[in-house]
């Protein structure tokens, strides 16, 4: 069965600079949900879209920004990177019905280094 | 919002052994996901279970909605089993919000 995907799955930034990661989706998932994992911490809510509009958002620096296009892939863009930014990014995707809660399917990630 | 307890934080099992992981949660839920973190750091989706319990292989979960508290079983384990194991919750609905809320996790070492 396809699955979520992450691209990059690594990424080596230096401070200050911009970096872009992207989710796949699984097919006819119209939901996508970023969530950041420090080092040793748990998975943190980022932001989620569901049918390309925006539709929650959590503790994201405003230097982040997201989108999902109209394939429902998404992107999250990153600026002025800085040390503390480094950690493990996780794409989820699930159905978003009206009436019932879907299984969130998770990413293998992209580990994000900042240096 | 709401708030997710995990016990214990560690546990150190040798193979062959069973064993029990809590989550506790503060209000009512309409999704509740149990993942094993890997040492690579994958998150594998174990169990979609807002209430009842459901078995795969060695792993069964069970969730008592109305206590607000849900319990994964590990039996006879397996050095692979060793990870994380996070609980993660979200009382949204619809398509709207439905973040998931990470407990902070069991950590899980199986010796051979």
């Known amino acids: 069965a396809a699955g979520v995907i992450q691209s990059p799955r690594h990424l080596i930034k230096e401070k200050r600079e911009t970096a872009t990661l992207k989710c796949y989706p699984i097919?006819?998932?119209?939901?996508v949900y970023w969530y950041q994992q420090g080092p040793g911490q748990d998975p943190q809510f980022l932001i989620s879209?569901?049918?390309?509009?925006?539709?929650d958002k959590g503790s994201i620096p405003d230097r982040f920004s997201a989108q999902q296009f109209s394939d429902y892939h998404s992107e999250l863009n990153m600026s002025s990177l800085e040390l503390g930014d480094s950690a493990l990014y996780f794409c989820?995707?699930?159905?978003?019905?009206?009436?019932?809660?879907?299984?969130?399917?998770f990413g293998p990630g992209t580990r994000l280094l900042v240096l | 919002g709401i708030q997710v307890e995990q016990s214990p934080p560690d546990l150190i099992l040798q193979e062959g052994a069973n064993s029990t992981l809590r989550c506790n949660f503060s209000?009512?839920?309409?999704?509740l996901q149990w993942f094993h973190q890997n040492p690579w750091g994958q998150l594998i989706n174990l169990f979609y279970?807002?209430?009842g319990t459901k078995q795969n292989g060695r792993l069964s979960a069970t969730t008592v909605a109305t206590e607000r508290y849900s319990l994964l079983y590990i039996s006879s384990s397996q050095t692979t089993d060793s990870g994380v194991y996070f609980c993660?919750?979200?009382?949204?609905?619809?398509?709207?919000?439905?973040?998931?809320?990470f407990g902070t996790g069991t950590l899980l070492a199986v010796q051979p």
């Open positions: 879209f569901y049918e390309k509009m925006q539709s």
């Open positions: 209000d009512s839920v309409n999704n």
């Open positions: 989820a995707s699930s159905l978003g019905r009206t009436t019932i809660q879907e299984t969130q399917y």
């Open positions: 279970i807002p209430s």
């Open positions: 097919p006819r998932h119209d939901t």
């Open positions: 993660a919750v979200s009382s949204g609905w619809g398509g709207a919000t439905n973040k998931l809320i």
